[in-house]
């Protein structure tokens, strides 16, 4: 046993390293295995591919029937019509801003996102959301097979007349300055005059700029009777806060069933406030 070392060095290494060799023996083994295994099967496609050199070419033409009809001219290349046709046929894509519910049927969606859509076209993230929620709806969005787009050249509103959906269509207007344009109408008693899209609080100058060419006043407000509308007078968007108070008691004290515009003369209500209220009140 004293030369036992010498016999067999493979146990004089610790478990570990002993562990260490084995693994590094069987990789090797199966690493010659894999290379012996590729190098046969690129030997066998060598093999097939020389064959094939040395074999005929096959034509499969004359094996497919060909219906012939006595009312075609066999000398005319009727190609077009028939279903071996290479004609690429695309799908079809609808403009959300032209759509109508049968357009979105047709492509697979169910009438009940197809009239979510449809609700919600003139809101970017509304109906991209209601797209992305649905999968098959996501797939023809990702296919942009649903798409939104609007000629805003061809665009223009009635400000006086005009519901949300209609100025949302104006390019920079979405559901808040809709609203609120609305709002400050009603307010008014109606726009006079485009320049007044200025006053509505939150619409930009640039965006006033990019929508004025798009708007149009066909009809301006109706004028009211001052003496039978003094609380809208009152109250009007172009009444000065801190003299309100004052209109009023100066209203009361100096009642006059006839009263117009022209009549009010006091200090605090000057001719240029005064010229404000004209398209408004008699």
């Known amino acids: 046993m004293k030369n036992y070392h010498k016999i067999n060095p493979f146990w004089t290494y610790s478990r570990g390293e002993r562990i260490g060799i084995a693994i590094l023996t069987f990789g090797l083994l199966i690493n010659s295995y894999i290379r012996w295994q590729n190098a046969k099967f690129i030997s066998q496609q060598l093999k097939e591919i020389k064959n094939h050199k040395h074999q005929a070419p096959t034509y499969y033409m004359d094996t497919i029937p060909i219906q012939t009809d006595d009312t075609i001219d066999p000398r005319v290349n009727?190609?077009?019509?028939?279903?071996?046709?290479?004609?690429?046929?695309?799908?079809?894509?609808?403009?959300?801003?032209?759509?109508?519910?049968?357009?979105?049927?047709?492509?697979?969606?169910?009438?009940?996102?197809?009239?979510?859509?449809?609700?919600?076209?003139?809101?970017?993230?509304?109906?991209?959301?209601?797209?992305?929620?649905?999968?098959?709806?996501?797939?023809?969005?990702?296919?942009?097979?649903?798409?939104?787009?609007?000629?805003?050249?061809?665009?223009?509103?009635?400000?006086?007349?005009?519901?949300?959906?209609?100025?949302?269509?104006?390019?920079?207007?979405?559901?808040?300055?809709?609203?609120?344009?609305?709002?400050?109408?009603?307010?008014?008693?109606?726009?006079?005059?485009?320049?007044?899209l200025q006053e509505v609080w939150g619409l930009q100058t640039h965006t006033f700029h990019d929508i004025k060419p798009k708007v149009i006043i066909l009809k301006a407000p109706s004028k009211k009777v001052l003496s039978k509308h003094i609380q809208d007078f009152i109250n009007h968007p172009y009444m000065p806060f801190e003299i309100r108070d004052k209109m009023k008691n100066y209203l009361e004290h100096n009642p006059n069933d006839s009263l117009s515009l022209n009549q009010i003369i006091c200090p605090f209500f000057p001719d240029s406030l005064k010229l404000k209220f004209t398209p408004y009140f008699e």
């Open 78 to 196: 009727h190609s077009s019509n028939t279903s071996f046709s290479t004609k690429k046929v695309y799908p079809k894509k609808v403009n959300l801003a032209k759509a109508a519910l049968q357009d979105l049927l047709t492509i697979g969606l169910d009438s009940t996102i197809s009239i979510q859509l449809l609700k919600n076209k003139l809101e970017y993230k509304n109906w991209q959301s209601i797209c992305n929620n649905n999968e098959i709806c996501a797939a023809k969005l990702q296919a942009k097979q649903i798409y939104y787009w609007q000629d805003y050249e061809s665009i223009t509103v009635n400000l006086n007349t005009a519901d949300t959906s209609q100025l949302k269509q104006l390019k920079g207007i979405g559901s808040k300055l809709s609203s609120r344009i609305i709002k400050y109408r009603n307010k008014l008693g109606g726009f006079h005059s485009i320049e007044q």
